[in-house]
């Protein structure tokens, strides 16, 4: 219940000290006896309550003004009525009894204040109207740094210069919330003018020191200065980054990250990152707080991300996690691509050592004619030994095909078979090639090079074209077949090896070291077996054979079925002479592979120097492939020597040419053809 009273206060002194204290006083006994609350004020808005003297006071309400006053509570109609009744009556300031009761109010009044003024956190200073400090609270002190005993009874102006109370004083106006640096600090002040019956009698300044604030709200300014860089940085750099909360909850996706994954940023903050990401990583630092870095994830569209998690902690916890995407560049790519392909080259060396050995090694050397036999039987014989070996035949008889069979017959066939052409590596870096060199040997040399020699060891170095070797590396082979040692170029260590040489050459050895251009010791070290092919012309049964080995084999590669040749086309290609031996056949035969239109080479097919030289073969007269015209006792000395080959003795030969075996001794000898 709320009851209301208005009333005009007709007490000759208005609401002063003692009066108001006895207002207070009944107030009390009212709200005692009622349990009600009491309020009084000039209006309705602006209620105090009744009990407290300093409101009442505050009322300032004089003689003669409109006095409002309120009851609140189950009684506010009686207490009202009572409280209406007493304040229109006289007040008795007089009686022993209620001026005691007054000086009770007023001094619990004043401790209470006391209590207030020295407790509160804000400082408080009061000066008459003088400008003559008469209160300094302890918040004041400590904020000011001034004690209170010092400053009590001193002018303001001498003690905070800045204080502006006199000002206050002057003008009658208040002064709210005004900043102002007090001895290093920061405080907000509010200024009023103390009034006493309408009279200035002095100034209140009470303050805050809001130092704290101020730094705080400065650092919240760095902050988010901080805040608004990151954020730039992270919407600019080139690594995709997500921030998941600890529940898996997208908070932040950069703009990278979204293109990366062809996403919508806006569509999937705060949604679960497992919606958007297959890979369940960052579930896994979510649970265990450790980084996982190197996570390798492949999209649809073939683009490979590399992902780094790291959890985010506050205080011991886990609150989430930063996901750091990148896009794997083009180069990595290739270098994922090139181990790929080592890896495979591996596979496939291995294959085809496999392949090597079950092809029992010299089957792949075609051919049945006695001389090739005899050279076979003795280099599968050398495959047993590590003998070093000496292969001689013309270019294309199959010296290296020798060697390799060689190599993959003997023990060392799982270790490394090394190939050098003597003759194509130019003669300033052979050297470094077959011995390798430090890092800085010469001009060029950046890295260290492993030489030949030592990417052999353990098995076969296959020195081809060994004639082309000059002089001065002569020596230093002749040293390592010795010493079976040697120094890489502008290296001190001595590298050892164990390694079998094979050599090889169309050369004549022989006449080179007549010429001084092979040195003697070297050629009977590299000598120790030697092993000779024959040339082609030599072997003309095995043309045949040859031609149909390559036809198999060529016609397979080539992709095109041809597998037969014509009886004349097969009969020019066994009288051909072969100068290029073996190597020359199987181009003639891949090239009629692939200029036939049948299953079959004709004539047709082979080149035209083999079909003329044929035909000029046939010719009686055209005896010389180039068809030059010898002399007449040129062509009598290849007849003879024809028909010996052919027939074997004297009798047989005259018989065939039409004269007595005498004339055929006579002209044999005469030409050289048989030994005295
Ligand atoms: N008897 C053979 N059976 C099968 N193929 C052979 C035979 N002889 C040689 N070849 C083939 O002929 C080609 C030439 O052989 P290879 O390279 O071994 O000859 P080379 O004597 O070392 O020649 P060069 O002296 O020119 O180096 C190779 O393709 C090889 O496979």
Request: charged letters at 30%; proline letters at 2%.
């Amino acid at each position: 219940m709320v009851r209301k009273e208005i009333l005009i206060f007709e007490h000759e002194k208005g609401l002063h000290a003692r009066v108001a204290a006895l207002i207070v006083r009944e107030s009390i006994q009212l709200q005692n006896k009622y349990k009600d609350k009491l309020f009084i004020g000039r209006n309705e808005n602006d209620l105090l309550p009744a009990t407290s003297l300093i409101s009442v006071i505050s009322s300032n309400i004089k003689y003669g003004d409109k006095m409002v006053i309120v009851s609140k509570g189950d009684n506010a109609d009686k207490s009202l009525h009572e409280f209406a009744k007493f304040l229109k009556g006289k007040f008795d300031l007089e009686d022993k009894q209620t001026r005691d009761e007054i000086d009770q109010v007023l001094q619990e009044t004043t401790l209470t204040m006391d209590k207030v003024f020295n407790n509160i956190a804000n400082g408080v200073i009061v000066v008459d109207q003088e400008g003559v400090i008469t209160s300094f609270n302890p918040a004041a002190e400590k904020i000011t740094g001034l004690s209170a005993n010092r400053v009590i009874g001193e002018d303001i102006n001498s003690v905070i210069a800045n204080s502006k109370l006199k000002e206050i004083i002057k003008s009658g106006q208040a002064e709210l919330g005004k900043r102002q640096e007090i001895n290093d600090a920061t405080i907000v002040t509010n200024r009023n003018p103390i009034f006493s019956n309408g009279r200035i009698i002095g100034a209140i300044a009470v303050f805050q020191d809001i130092s704290t604030l101020e730094r705080l709200s400065g650092e919240l300014k760095e902050v988010r200065a901080l805040k608004e860089r990151l954020h730039l940085i992270l919407e600019s750099v080139q690594d995709g980054i997500c921030v998941v909360d600890k529940k898996g909850g997208i908070e932040y996706l950069n703009p990278t990250y979204a293109k990366m994954l062809n996403i919508d940023i806006e569509t999937v903050v705060g949604r679960k990152l497992e919606e958007i990401n297959q890979d369940k990583t960052y579930q896994q630092v979510l649970e265990t707080g450790e980084s996982i870095t190197g996570v390798v994830t492949e999209k649809d569209n073939d683009l490979v991300i590399i992902f780094n998690v790291y959890p985010i902690q506050v205080d011991g916890e886990i609150e989430g996690a930063v996901l750091v995407a990148k896009k794997k560049i083009e180069i990595e790519k290739l270098a994922d691509r090139l181990k790929e392909l080592s890896a495979k080259a591996e596979y496939l060396e291995q294959e085809l050592k496999r392949e090597k050995e079950l092809d029992s090694s010299f089957e792949r050397i075609i051919g049945r004619s006695g001389v090739l036999k005899d050279s076979l039987v003795r280099a599968s014989k050398a495959a047993e030994t590590t003998s070093t070996v000496l292969i001689r035949g013309e270019s294309g008889t199959g010296k290296e095909l020798v060697a390799e069979a060689i190599h993959y017959a003997s023990n060392r066939k799982n270790k490394p078979f090394i190939r050098v052409n003597c003759a194509a590596i130019p003669s300033n870096l052979i050297e470094s090639e077959l011995f390798g060199h430090e890092k800085g040997a010469f001009t060029g040399a950046i890295n260290r090079k492993i030489g030949k020699f030592e990417l052999a060891d353990g098995g076969t170095i296959f020195l081809d074209e060994i004639g082309e070797l000059s002089v001065e590396l002569q020596v230093k082979l002749l040293r390592v077949l010795q010493e079976r040692e040697f120094e890489r170029v502008g290296g001190i260590e001595r590298i050892s090896v164990n390694i079998r040489v094979i050599t090889a050459t169309n050369r004549n050895l022989e006449e080179m070291i007549e010429e001084n251009n092979f040195r003697e010791d070297l050629y009977y070290r590299l000598n120790v077996i030697p092993i000779i092919l024959p040339p082609l012309r030599e072997r003309k049964d095995d043309i045949p054979l040859l031609v149909n080995h390559f036809l198999d084999k060529l016609s397979e590669r080539l992709n095109k079925k041809v597998d037969t040749i014509s009886q004349d086309a097969l009969e020019i290609l066994t009288n051909y002479s072969w100068p290029g031996n073996v190597r020359e056949l199987q181009n003639i035969v891949e090239r009629g592979i692939n200029f036939t239109d049948s299953q079959e080479i004709s004539i047709d097919d082979l080149p035209d120097y083999i079909r003329n030289n044929y035909q000029n073969q046939r010719s009686l007269i055209n005896l010389t492939a180039d068809g030059e015209i010898a002399s007449i006792e040129e062509y009598e000395r290849e007849i003879i020597k024809r028909a010996l080959e052919k027939y074997k003795s004297f009798n047989a030969t005259g018989k065939v040419l039409g004269v007595t075996h005498k004339t055929v001794a006579a002209k044999a000898r005469k030409y050289g053809l048989v030994k005295e």
